[in-house]
């Protein structure tokens, strides 16, 4: 079983970017992960380092409590943190929020993250491709289509429900989109297809409503 990382090195992980997984450390810290597999640096100048996907699943586990008061600090520890505009993380908005932030900072945000996400695709995909999804999207499906949304400027849906929601669903590698009306589906549809997704219009056989399933496109 693979060691986990020392503390010095879970802060190196832990201080990513959100998105493109980049890394900021010492070349010693920076090269220790390479060599366990959390991150790889970049051929192209500035030949900077990124997270791999492992190196990804170790930033969003929880740190290893110590046998010093671990028992209250496991109880304390919510299984998963919210994806909350106040956790100085940037996460998509991906429908319901109770204050969805829509100012100018927002939409700079969500532009760089936009635009960190195609960056990844680029350097991660086998032949360089940004049309289709990467990786990360595939392991990240409710966050990296919300950010799609987001970025063509789409409305998330508030506490009144009105705009897009992206949920997860039981199939493999496929969210629903769910929209008040036809036209906000339509619209989020033709946004997902242009970013490399596989979208379907499906009914629910319950409430009769229409909702989107889109899948990341693999050619």
């Avoid at 170790?58 to 909350?84: D, K, L, N, T, V």
Wanted: proline content about 11%.
């Amino acid at each position: 079983m693979t060691r986990p990382p020392t503390a010095a090195q879970r802060r190196v992980i832990d201080a990513a970017d959100p998105v493109t997984g980049r890394l900021k450390g010492s070349q010693a810290q920076l090269a220790a992960l390479v060599g366990r597999g959390l991150a790889f640096r970049h051929p192209r100048p500035p030949h900077d380092h990124f997270l791999t996907p492992a190196g990804h699943r170790i930033r969003e586990r929880a740190p290893e409590p110590s046998a010093a008061g671990s028992g209250a600090a496991s109880a304390a520890r919510p299984p998963e943190a919210p994806e909350a505009a106040d956790t100085g993380v940037f996460a998509a908005r991906v429908g319901g929020e109770e204050r969805p932030d829509t100012g100018p900072s927002r939409a700079r945000e969500v532009h760089s993250a936009w635009q960190g996400l195609l960056e990844l695709r680029r350097m991660t995909n086998p032949d360089g491709a940004v049309d289709r999804p990467c990786g990360w999207e595939r392991t990240h499906l409710v966050r990296a289509a919300a950010l799609a949304l987001e970025a063509a400027g789409h409305r998330p849906a508030g506490p009144d429900g009105d705009g897009y929601r992206v949920r997860a669903t039981p199939q493999p590698e496929a969210i629903a989109v769910h929209g008040p009306d036809d036209e906000t589906l339509r619209g989020c549809s033709a946004t997902l297809e242009e970013a490399g997704w596989q979208v379907g219009e499906h009914t629910d056989p319950r409430t009769r409503s229409r909702y989107l399933l889109a899948s990341p496109r693999r050619v």
